[in-house]
């Protein structure tokens, strides 16, 4: 066991990371090592990586250079660094190479050595370089650190096998892999039991969860059967692949009260020649189909996409159908991205690449009209009262408390420390595009 030894960990990307990451801190305190905020008392620093973008993968180098400083004043510090982009070859080859204060570089398939390899390095002092092409044999149940004491992420399906034309995810992530559903409910019931009030379901497409498992259930069975867990009061999920989006899941959102009423749908494009190139597997009619009947049957739902702009080839017209189905379906939120080229993917072999300042002023087109489309959706919202989980001060200011909606907005309310914890009922006062502030209602 380590004695008073220090770990901070920095994590980069989406939520599958930020589960990751709570888990090598879970494996971290296990080991002895608490957690610090102060990059300059730690003695282990990990990082863990996105490559999901080519400015992610450039904010890394970053931090990498800015870390060499920590290493010299303390040369028994650990840097080691895991993550979506140790899974590819090059970028291994470049920290191994020009980063030589890195001391150990692990992959996404085999976060659960990390305490082993920490162990080595302690003991060797030499640098270590782990990954696997794909996870091999059971992979232990690990301990985990939340950040959040009331909600908690519950990884159901691993992986990918859609190959979007520009997505790097299943190089890195591997092909899919559902968690048994008693494995699932089991976890639900045990973070119920330590006070867990809310849990996100994560996966690539969680959609497809066990089309790859003996048994025959899917997504939606899976929630009726965590709907069930007593003391739990919320469920998410994230993400649904829309051609996998089915009625029988609807229906579950609808009938499942603890279910959420938020559906993240990324759509990409409004394109269809583009959404064709990108292998999305739907067409824009199929998807505003979708888009309204959600809307019909549980019309308090929130629904939130994404978009990537400037995809090759796109077209003035092709761009101009993104901004119209924008304006039709009119979506709570929007995460847009400017189309960033991953070696290795179809997309990014392509000659009919569009241009940066064409691809950067699609993006504030597009995002200009969301944000309107936000606000107006927000304020519609005030004079209504709307039940949040209350997590506790927000990042800015400790006097103000935020929770989610059922919706997943954003609201803000004054300081009330009895509250945490509890869903809390509270009146709409006012709103802008990504938050909200409400009154409690006794
Ligand atoms: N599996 C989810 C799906 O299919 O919607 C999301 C995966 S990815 C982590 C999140 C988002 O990143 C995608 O929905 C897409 O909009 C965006 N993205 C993926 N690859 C990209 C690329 N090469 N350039 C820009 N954005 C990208
Ligand atoms: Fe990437 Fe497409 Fe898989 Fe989502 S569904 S992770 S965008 S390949």
Redesign the pocket.
């Known amino acids: 066991m380590s004695k008073n030894k220090k770990y901070h960990i920095i994590t980069y990307?989406?939520q599958m990371n930020e589960h990751d990451s709570e888990k090598l801190a879970g494996m971290l305190e296990s080991l002895g090592y608490n957690n610090t905020e102060q990059l300059e008392n730690a003695d282990i620093i990990l990082l863990n990586t996105c490559t999901?973008?080519e400015n992610a993968e450039l904010k890394v180098f970053g931090k990498l250079g800015q870390l060499k400083e920590y290493k010299r004043k303390n040369p028994d510090l650990i840097i080691g660094i895991g993550g979506c982009m140790m899974q590819l070859e090059e970028p291994v080859e470049e920290i191994y190479k020009k980063y030589r204060h890195v001391d150990l570089i692990f992959g996404t398939h085999n976060i659960h050595q990390v305490p082993e390899l920490i162990q080595k390095i302690e003991k060797n002092r030499k640098r270590v370089v782990e990954v696997w092409d794909q996870e091999e044999g059971l992979i232990p149940d690990l301990p985990s650190q939340r950040e959040s004491e009331y909600s908690a992420w519950i990884s159901i399906i691993q992986g990918?096998n859609?190959f979007?034309t520009?997505?790097?995810?299943p190089y890195v992530r591997g092909r899919e892999r559902s968690r048994p559903l008693e494995a699932i409910v089991n976890e639900a019931e045990k973070l119920a039991a330590e006070g867990v009030k809310e849990i996100t379901l994560l996966g690539?497409?969680v959609n497809s969860y066990g089309n790859d498992l003996e048994e025959k259930i899917d997504f939606p069975l899976l929630l009726e059967e965590l709907n069930k867990v007593e003391a739990l009061k919320r469920i998410r999920f994230m993400?649904s692949?829309p051609r996998d989006f089915s009625h029988k899941l609807l229906m579950a959102i609808k009938n499942l009260t603890k279910v959420a009423e938020h559906i993240h749908l990324?759509i990409?494009s409004g394109s269809n020649k583009i959404l064709k190139e990108m292998n999305r597997g739907y067409c824009r009619e199929y998807y505003i189909k979708t888009v309204k009947e959600i809307q019909n049957k549980v019309p308090e739902a929130a629904i939130s996409t994404?978009?990537?702009v400037g995809f090759p080839g796109e077209s003035d017209e092709d761009f101009e159908q993104t901004l119209d189905l924008v304006k039709e379906l009119r979506f709570d939120m929007a995460?847009t991205?400017?189309?960033?080229?991953?070696s290795g993917?179809p997309?990014a072999r392509r000659e009919d690449q569009i241009a940066e300042e064409v691809k950067k002023e699609r993006l504030n087109r597009l995002m200009e009209i969301q944000n309107k489309i936000s606000y107006e959706k927000n304020q519609k919202l005030i004079g209504k009262t709307q039940k949040i989980l209350l997590t506790g001060p927000s990042n800015r200011d400790q006097e103000v408390y935020e929770g989610r909606t059922r919706s997943n907005k954003i609201c803000f309310i004054d300081k009330r420390p009895d509250l945490i914890g509890e869903i809390v009922k509270v009146k709409i006062d006012s709103a802008k595009s990504w938050t909200l502030q409400g009154t409690v209602v006794e």
């Open positions: 990307g989406c999901i973008r990918c859609n979007c520009y997505c790097i995810v690539q497409n993400t692949h990324p990409q994404d978009f990537i995460y991205f400017i189309y960033s080229p991953r993917t997309a």
